[in-house]
Every structure is written in C-alpha cells, then in structure tokens.
C-alpha cells in the first residue's frame, strides 16, 4: 500500500482522483454489504446445496472488492478510509425493508444490489477509463443477480401466490432503494458531479439536432434506475 | 465433475476412497460453518475494519473448501453430497455455546475450530498422501485462527476481567467441542479407522522398547486434542 497520495503516474488532476476513490469506496462498501447480506441468506437457506452455493456468491463478492480496493490504493487511497464515508448508509433501507420470508430476503439483495449497482454504472460513466473498467467488470460480470434471476424467476412460475407477493414487495424494495439514492447524491457532491459527467457525456452535443440543456440530475437518474429495475423484474417475471 | 466413481487413476482401494471422501466431506463442511460463523462474526463487528477484515478471512475460508473440493471430484465423490452426512452436527453445540458478548463469538470460533481442525488433522494422518496434503494445507496455512489470536490475546491483556470471562468460556467450548468429536467418533466409522490408523502410525512399533497395543482411539484422540487445546489457549495468554 501506498502512503503517498499520487504516486502512482497518471494523467488525472487530484480533484478527479479523490472523485473516483470516492466512488470506488462506494462500490467496495456495497460489495461488503452485499457479502453480508448472501452470507446471511446463507445462513438460513432451506437446502445445505443453496446454502452452498449462496456461501459461494458471497465469498465471490469480496473477491470482486478486492480488485476495486486495489484501484482505490493505485489512486493513492486508503482501501479502507475509502469505505468509512458509506458506513451505515442502508441501515435505514435495511431496516424499512426486513423480508418476512428467504424468498423476501432473497429478492430484497437482488433489487437492492441492483439498484446500488446500476447507480455505481451511471457514476462510473464519469471515471477515467482504467477506473471505469474496473467499476464496470466488478458489477457486471458473472454476478450473484446474474446466477440468482433463473431460480428466483422458477420458484415465482411455480407458484402465484408467491409471484404477486413478490412483485408487491419488489416496488416496495425499489421505493426504498431509490430513496437511498436520493440520500447519497444530495449528500456526496462528488458522486453527483461523476452522474452529471457521465450523462452529459451520453446524452447529444448542444447544438446537434435533440441536444439541449444538461440532464436534470436526479431526475435523470431516477428514470435510468426505474427502466433498469423494470428490465430486471421482467427477468424474473414479475411485474415491476 | 466426474460421474465415474474410480475415474482417477489411484493405487487406492475403493474402500479407502470412501473413507477419504467422508473425511474430506468432514472437512469441507467444517469451513462452510465456519465460513457462516465468521460472516456473523462480521457483522457484528464494532468497526468497519474489523468486518471488512473477518469478511476477508471468511471468504478465505471458502477459497480453502474449494481446493478439499476439488479433491474430493477426483476421488470420485460428489463435492456436495459429501458434506451432507454432518449437515447439523454443530447445531447441539452452537446451542449449548450462544456467545452472551461479541468477543466470546470471536473465541467460540477460534476454540471451536481449533478443536474440529486438530480433529481432522489427526484423522488424516491415516490418509492417502495426496488426499493428507489437501488437508494439511487447507487446516494449517494462513488460518483463520493465526490471524486472530494476537487480536484476542492482546485484548485479554489489556482488560483482566475480560481475560477471566474467555478463560472461563475458553473450558466450556472445548467441554462442548469435546462432545461433538465424541458424537462424530461413535456415529462415523470411517473417521474412526482413520483416526486409530494415524494413531498406530504414530505409535512405536510393536516389539520396540515403548510398543505396545494400539492406542484406545477416543481417548487418545482427546488427550491429543486437550493438549492441542491448552497450547491454543497459552497463545491467547489465556488460563486453559
């Protein structure tokens, strides 16, 4: 590890560097969160083979972390520092949303971690690009919503009850999710400026035909998210 | 994963095999729990870096599992259903040992898993080689357990009323581990011939000044693991 805050070459301005380890933080907290959370669905799973394979997912999150952590001393920050600005953040989200069922449970990590990982991917939009990848790769490749959206969508086909429960408590999970959202952008300007730069660098030039002002930044992220969890509830099966 | 029950090339007889597999399955099934344990351990934590550090030993603890694993694919067994013999043969003793503080958590798991670790060490000496250095190196490298005691050790020095309550609880998890080897010796054939061959390894041969008959399995395996145990406690400073 690293003492020296831009040792490691880069093209960056500080300003820039302290944005990104403050999203990689981010990430990394969330990777923690989500750790806990599988290894505590886990805990309770009905079957030794899915307590098994969620065990498995869990321990697979910390090795994504590990990566971003590495980003994070690359950058000259503290791998663990970089966390502490998050800690606690979805005490409040997890306590508005105790699931009374495993199968709650387990839904409230696939929304939740959906919701908390398409915004890292808004926010990462606004990352050098070696910051970028790393933040892209941890969250999207071979992912436990990814293993987890088959068996949960099977279990809901199976059984109507338990499929219209389910869709109540995902617009439940994904009000609760947003409102989390909502928090850390009002409350992380760094993470609000990452968002604004990564839109205006999606949406069209001013002055091309369809440009305009830039995105509402809130608002734009609300609508993302919104479609997002919409296209992962139709995964499932569910109506969003 | 192979369907076929002898696909390895092997000097083994098959009966061994399935000793192997049962001891392997023992041994895997030990770090899931311990994994669980240790997650729980997690979040409980007063500090995010304490959990993010027991995080990363739990997660560890799976890295481990997954090389017994392997071995036990290559000896023909199914590297679930091994486990499932002793799925809930700590449930008796995590009953009977509910930590009243977070730090008798921390020792519960370190005494806990000391004993089944020393347990499974010795009935591997009654292994195939290969099968031996799986376990070997899964229960004795960069533990867990070596991690934490300079943590518990330098908290019990500093707080001696502290230090009286885990020396206390230190003689009831091991009365308690005690019990469950007892339980797996008398319920699990196949580890009690591996164990009593390990021990007639050990022991000089008959006809040489100190032979003798072989050694009464259950008794000697808990002098060896007393003796393990009160060299454990030591490393904490703890009265065993």
Redesign the interface.
């Known amino acids: 590890m690293s003492d020296a805050p831009n040792a490691t070459p880069t093209t960056l301005p500080a300003g820039d560097h302290a944005d990104a380890v403050e999203l990689l933080g981010l990430v990394a907290y969330t990777e923690?969160a989500s750790?806990?959370r599988l290894?505590?669905d886990?805990?309770h799973a009905p079957t030794?083979?899915q307590?098994?394979a969620l065990?498995?997912l869990?321990?697979a999150?910390?090795?994504r972390q590990e990566r971003v952590l590495v980003r994070v001393d690359e950058l000259g920050g503290d791998p663990?520092d970089c966390?502490?600005a998050f800690?606690g953040i979805f005490d409040d989200f997890d306590a508005r949303t105790r699931p009374s069922t495993w199968w709650e449970g387990i839904l409230k990590g696939y929304v939740g971690q959906g919701v908390a990982d398409d915004f890292c991917l808004l926010a990462a939009q606004g990352l050098d690009e070696r910051s970028r990848t790393v933040v892209v790769d941890a969250l999207t490749q071979d992912t436990p919503s990814q293993r987890y959206a088959p068996v949960i969508a099977e279990a809901a086909a199976a059984d109507p009850v338990l499929s219209s429960r389910l869709a109540l408590w995902g617009r439940r999970l994904v009000g609760e999710a947003l409102g989390v959202v909502g928090v850390v952008l009002a409350e992380r300007p760094a993470l609000a400026r990452l968002v604004a730069a990564g839109a205006a660098a999606e949406a069209p030039e001013p002055g091309e035909p369809g440009g305009g002002p830039e995105p509402a930044t809130q608002s734009w992220v609300f609508a993302q998210l919104t479609a997002e969890h919409a296209r992962r509830m139709d995964r499932l099966g569910l109506a969003a």
Do not use: E, I, P, V
């Open positions: 923690l750790f806990g290894a505590g886990a805990a030794l083979r307590r098994q065990s498995r869990a321990a999150m910390l090795d663990d966390m502490t800690d």
